[in-house]
Nanobody, 124 residues
């Protein structure tokens, strides 16, 4: 099991930027892919982005392509989500998650450890 702690959320105006961080501890970090999901009020949790164990492969949901960038620092056991050109529809609680796989996956079933989440609010 891995423990995940997100940080970096907050309130930002549309067009602004935020960088989320997720610090991991517990089982070895560098052997597993990592992901970010988000959940808006009244909606189901949805995939945002994922990164393979090496960092060489990434995946994004269509609505954030070109605006969000996922990265990881295996030496620091940390994964990041740089969010630029934020829109009000990006408002949600963002969750960091550790995958059971080594490759970047958009399927929720491939993830088995979750952080507590960090709130991102984008005002118009």
């Amino acid at each position: 099991q891995v423990q995940l702690v997100e940080s970096g959320g907050g309130l930002v105006q549309a067009g602004g930027s935020l960088r989320l961080s997720c610090a991991a501890s517990g089982r070895p970090f560098s052997t597993n892919a990592m992901g970010w999901f988000r959940q808006a009020p009244g909606k189901e949790r949805e995939f945002v982005s994922a990164i393979s164990w090496s960092g060489y492969s990434t995946a994004y949901t269509d609505s954030v392509k070109g605006r969000f960038t996922i990265s990881r620092d295996n030496a620091r056991n940390t994964v990041y989500l740089q969010m630029n050109s934020l829109k009000p529809e990006d408002t949600a609680v963002y969750y960091c998650t550790a995958s059971k796989r080594t490759y970047a996956s958009s399927y929720r079933e491939d993830y088995d450890d979750w952080g507590q989440g960090t709130q991102v609010t984008v005002s118009s």
